[in-house]
């Protein structure tokens, strides 16, 4: 894997909520980015709407260094989509107030992430 700046940990199931403090803490501790695998594209939105929340709440306590958005990439998006998200969330493409430290996907996420 050669993106310095992101690190995979988790491949989270239908358990997905106990997974969320873990990932919040990662998102928590450094600046690096975290990408979480999931199985199913409902999985992947119900993981993203939690994360979403949890870490809007956070905004206002100071509890992150910086602001983190999440990423979310499945197979309902077109190719274009797909990689232009990607891009984004390896930091090739900067997006003005957008900050892609977290991104949930389904194996449909394969396009590019990997290469620096």
Do not use: W
């Amino acid at each position: 894997f050669n993106q310095d700046h992101i690190r995979i940990n988790f491949k989270i199931g239908s358990e997905y909520s106990r997974h969320l403090a873990p990932v919040i803490q990662l998102v928590r501790d450094d600046e690096k980015s975290d990408f979480i695998f999931a199985n199913s594209k409902s999985l992947t939105m119900n993981l993203v709407k939690s994360l979403e929340e949890k870490l809007n709440s956070m905004k206002n306590d100071d509890e992150l260094k910086e602001h983190a958005d999440v990423i979310h990439v499945h197979g309902g998006l077109t190719e274009y989509q797909k990689f232009h998200l990607i891009n984004i969330f390896c930091k090739r493409i900067v997006v003005k107030g957008f900050n892609a430290r977290i991104c949930v996907a389904t194996s449909a996420a394969d396009l590019g992430v990997n290469n620096p």
